[in-house]
């Protein structure tokens, strides 16, 4: 299987001439593949980033026994609704509200967003530039019913085993400084971060209904600045 680790620049041909009177023209004789590889360059991204897809079916990036085995971990319902969210390389759906019945793959499917998200990042030059951002730490934050879950579903998944396991986690293209902060429902973690990426997890079992709703729209409101 081929993995699309590769430099971008090696891989578009440059026939699009930027001083052109006629770039739409140009534009139009691209194919598919150098078109996207336009678009990648102008969002800074050094590599192409892994499509959801590949993410769960290739080994190279998740889809090992050690997490979603070729995505035989997923039900077909994830997968189809995966595809709508991230098509290609775009996120058409950047707020989600996930629910259903215990062990029908939430938590799951948001550790594979999470997933997602560094890797979309660690593929590009400086996410910071991409985002108009300080250069300070971009923040993952897990809120969760209690701190201690939020850390052994969510933290220490993606720093001990998805870095740990993953070929392509383990030497990721571009090194950035992301911290994962976790939280109970009643700290103030990730206040003050530049939140790139944020779960609000089992909300419903939160002791303070208004106390949640508080969180979520906070959350929201520092996600939209970003």
């Not at 993995?3 to 891989?11: A, G, M, Q, Y």
């Not at 590599?47 to 998740?62: A, F, G, N, V």
């Not at 560094?118 to 996410?127: F, G, K, W």
């Not at 400084?177 to 990730?190: D, F, M, Q, R, Y």
Request: proline letters at 6%; glycine letters at 8%.
């Amino acid at each position: 299987m081929i993995h699309n680790f590769t430099d971008i620049s090696s891989l578009y041909s440059g026939k699009l001439d930027l001083n052109s009177v006629s770039v739409e023209e140009q534009y139009a004789q691209l194919t598919e593949e150098e078109r996207e590889l336009v678009f990648l360059k102008l969002k800074g991204y050094t590599q192409r980033p892994p499509t959801i897809e590949q993410m769960y079916t290739d080994p190279y990036y998740l889809g090992g026994a050690d997490f979603f085995n070729h995505g035989d971990n997923l039900f077909p319902f994830w997968k189809e609704s995966l595809g709508k969210i991230f098509p290609g390389h775009f996120t058409r759906f950047p707020y989600l509200c996930l629910s259903g019945a215990i062990g029908i793959g939430k938590s799951v499917t948001s550790r594979l967003c999470m997933a997602m998200t560094l890797a979309r990042l660690s593929c590009m030059e400086s996410p910071y530039k991409t985002f108009g951002l300080a250069p300070k730490p971009m923040s993952f934050v897990i809120y969760h019913r209690n701190e201690e879950t939020a850390v052994v579903e969510f933290k220490r998944w993606l720093e001990r085993d998805v870095k740990g396991k993953s070929p392509f986690f383990k030497n990721l293209p571009n090194e950035h400084n992301i911290k994962v902060i976790t939280s109970g429902p009643l700290s103030a973690g990730g206040l003050g971060a530049d939140v790139i990426f944020i779960i609000i997890g089992e909300v419903n079992f939160w002791p303070n209904e208004e106390k949640a709703m508080e969180r979520v729209n906070s959350m929201v409101l520092r996600f939209k600045s970003r």
